[in-house]
């Protein structure tokens, strides 16, 4: 715990006491010329034990984790892919005593890498995490949080990469298995029972990880892109028939953090900016589900317009030129809804300086709080851009001097949406500035409400069930 001053003010001290302030004025004086105060940090100077969070690794068999990717590794190509790059031929398969795989390339796969990156920040050796805000300790007691180490996006991929058709069904999902073994093994330890599992923490950043079990991890801290699926989920179990009611009982930006997808085109430093030839970019799916519908309306505005580049694809091992060219070339990135209410184009277009333009009514972003938004970003209502020509003429509105302000910005911002440490396997010294450490300071925003959860959930005589509510948009 930091140390603490008070501070003590004199100057309401009246003049019959004078005495008496300038005795006061001595001994503190005195005492702080014997104690002086520490040394307010830098920005670079490394995080000290005392600016931290407590962070327990639960013990999970490293065929949950590590194991997976060995796993990955040996299978073979993802039909979901035209061509998929991990799994060209000839392939050299991994030894399998390499402790710490990489992780996919696939860009299905690799845009959830959250999960990969926080838990090898936290099996970094000690004397390498001087700059890491999660202080991970071996003793549960003295825990804040416990992180359960269990690669869940990448189990839901590689069932989807090879069966998809069972992935909804329990029997033969070796998804769902996995799913079902986490839970068992965590429910059964010390920690859950003492916290209900409020203080523990799951990566669970694709839409689909541990579908199958989500209503058991609803006390926890989850950490995910969006809630999108999470509440079709939820509007699919509600009596209500009401498209607009949506039963928030399972996630919520209380006890909740949104991360961001990993990135999957190249940071554009703001000194190598060149000229913008285009307007606006958009590189995706024309065809979506339910808020994503408006990209087929914007699209039936959009397409044929002069100085727009609207484009059908993906940024895999064949489009991926193809988008690093037209967000590098273009003033504005189209962020439209689609099957959920974000996606990795946001941080693709924040690294490559393309001012994002953000369609989502729905959406909830990384680090609210911590980021202004609206400083590099522009922010549309879906009716507004479904109206004939109203997108462009607010887009053209927009000076030069403000979209330079936004890319400046953006320049500023683009470490705090950096995951990868470029160290091998993700063992190594991170970025004090980067993605890991804030999903970490935004865990540490929850602890109050955290505790106060568990102390109501304690008090609780025994036999009495309250509802879980989560009111709280």
């Known amino acids: 715990m930091a140390l603490k001053t008070t501070s003590i003010s004199l100057c309401s001290v009246p003049a019959l006491f004078f005495a008496f302030t300038l005795l006061c004025t001595l001994s503190l004086s005195l005492f702080f010329l014997s104690n002086p105060p520490p040394p307010s940090p830098s920005p670079s100077s490394s995080i000290s034990q005392h600016d931290s969070i407590k962070v327990y690794v ?26 998929d790059a991990d799994h060209q031929a000839p392939t050299t398969p991994l030894p399998r005593s390499l402790q710490f795989p990489p992780y996919p390339e696939n860009p299905l796969i690799k845009q959830y890498s959250a999960e990969y990156w926080i838990l ?45 058709g069972v992935f909804r069904k329990k029997d033969g999902n070796e998804d769902y ?39 058991e991890l609803a006390p926890a801290v989850l950490l995910v892109v969006d809630f999108g699926g999470w509440y079709r989920l939820e509007s699919k179990l509600s009596n209500d028939n009401s498209s607009d009611v949506i039963q928030h009982t399972q996630v919520s930006v209380l006890k909740d953090v949104i991360v961001p997808y990993t990135h999957l085109l190249p940071r554009l430093q703001l000194s190598e900016n060149k000229k913008r030839t285009t307007l606006l970019y958009f590189k995706g799916a024309k065809h979506r589900h339910r808020g994503g519908l408006v990209r087929e309306k914007l699209w039936d505005l959009l397409a044929n317009v002069p100085n727009i580049i609207m484009e059908e694809g993906f940024p895999n091992a064949t489009g991926r ?39 989502s009514d ?102 009495v069930s309250v509802p879980r509510r989560c009111h709280c948009t």
């Open 177 to 215: 298995a996995r799913q079902r073994q986490v839970v068992d093994l965590v429910k059964n330890t010390e920690a859950w029972k003492r916290s209900g599992g409020r203080d523990h923490v799951f990566v669970l950043t694709d839409p689909v990880a541990m579908w199958h079990v989500r209503a």
């Open 321 to 359: 030129e193809q988008s690093i060219k037209g967000m590098r070339t273009s003033e504005f990135c189209l962020h439209p809804a689609g099957d959920t209410p974000t996606s990795c184009r946001l941080f693709d277009a924040i690294q490559s300086l393309c001012i994002p333009v953000i369609i």
């Open 58 to 83: 639960a013990d999970l068999p490293r065929s949950l984790n590590y194991g997976l990717l060995h796993t990955y590794w040996a299978s073979g190509p993802d039909s979901r892919l035209p061509t």
């Open 362 to 463: 729905n959406i909830e972003l990384p680090f609210e709080g911590m980021i202004d938004y609206l400083e590099f970003s522009v922010f549309i209502a879906v009716s507004d851009a479904s109206r004939p020509n109203w997108l462009l003429s607010h887009l053209k509105s927009i000076s030069k001097a403000e979209r330079d302000k936004f890319r400046q910005k953006m320049a500023q911002l683009q470490p705090v949406f950096q995951y990868d440490n470029g160290h091998p396997g993700g063992i190594g010294p991170i970025s004090p500035d980067g993605a890991v450490n804030h999903i970490w300071r935004k865990v540490d925003q929850k602890l109050p409400l955290i505790k106060e959860a568990i102390l109501r959930e304690r008090r609780k005589p025994t036999g």
């Open 120 to 164: 090898g920040d936290l099996m970094t050796p000690p004397h390498q995490r001087t700059g890491s805000f999660a202080r991970r300790i071996f003793n549960a007691q003295d825990a804040d949080v416990v992180f359960v180490p269990f690669f869940a996006t990448l189990s839901a991929e590689l069932q989807l990469a090879t069966a998809k």
